[in-house]
């Protein structure tokens, strides 16, 4: 059992290009996260997602975007990338939505932003 | 939101010495988490405690939810403890605090 994998794990990328970074779960968990990490703050939600078919907007959702099509996938996709997305990307997932349960975490992605 | 302290936001400890990290929150919360982030980047949940004490081992952490505090205990620290320590909490979303960074050396 993989938990949860995370693609690519580092990523350098021009400001202006279109981005997806991908999640996938095997846990067969109702609810997903992306989470943001960057220096002094914390992890911020971005989005989030308590079951296939319906997303929800997190702490800091503008210039990113989601999709849950299925059980298992959570792809986070930044139309137009800028300097201010660099970051280390986080995504979780739990077995029950709204936080009633542990959250489980993907390795990240180093996304730099140039 | 809500927000989330943490502290000490920095701790050096010996090899086997004890501390005890500190989590305030501004409201109520439906739960709380306490994560590790080792060094190398993997965020690890320890305790999912909304209230009440819960044990792990060397770790414990009590959550006293009507005065917006929880606590983790380290005790008998090892190396391996090293890392950022990050409390978790939901309201309408979860909030993350700011961390503890923890250093245990030899």
């Known amino acids: 059992i993989a938990g949860i994998t995370q693609a690519p794990t580092s990523q350098i990328l021009a400001a202006g290009r279109r981005m997806t970074l991908r999640c996938t779960q095997d846990m067969r968990h109702n609810a997903m996260y992306w989470y943001r990490q960057d220096l002094g703050l914390g992890l911020r939600l971005i989005h989030y997602s308590n079951t296939a078919g319906t997303t929800g907007k997190g702490e800091v959702p503008d210039g990113y975007s989601v999709s849950r099509a299925n059980t298992d996938d959570f792809p986070l996709t930044l139309a137009s990338a800028v300097p201010s997305q660099t970051s280390v990307y986080f995504c979780?997932?739990?077995?029950?939505?709204?936080?009633?349960?542990?959250?489980?975490f993907g390795p990240g992605t180093r996304l730099t932003v140039l | 939101g809500i927000q989330v302290e943490q502290s000490p936001p920095d701790l050096i400890l010996q090899e086997g010495a004890n501390s005890t990290l500190r989590c305030n929150f501004s409201?109520?919360?439906?739960?709380l988490q306490w994560f590790h982030q080792n060094p190398w980047g993997q965020l690890i949940n320890l305790f999912y405690i909304p209230s009440g004490t819960k044990q792990n081992g060397r770790l414990s952490a009590t959550t006293v939810a009507t005065e917006r505090y929880s606590l983790l205990y380290i005790s008998s620290s090892q190396t391996t403890d090293s890392g950022v320590y990050f409390c978790?909490?939901?309201?309408?979303?979860?909030?993350f605090g700011t961390g503890t960074s923890l250093t245990v050396i030899p």
């Open positions: 978790a909490v939901e309201g309408n979303q979860f909030y």
């Open positions: 409201d109520s919360v439906n739960n």
């Open positions: 979780a997932s739990s077995a029950q939505p709204q936080g009633a349960d542990t959250q489980y």
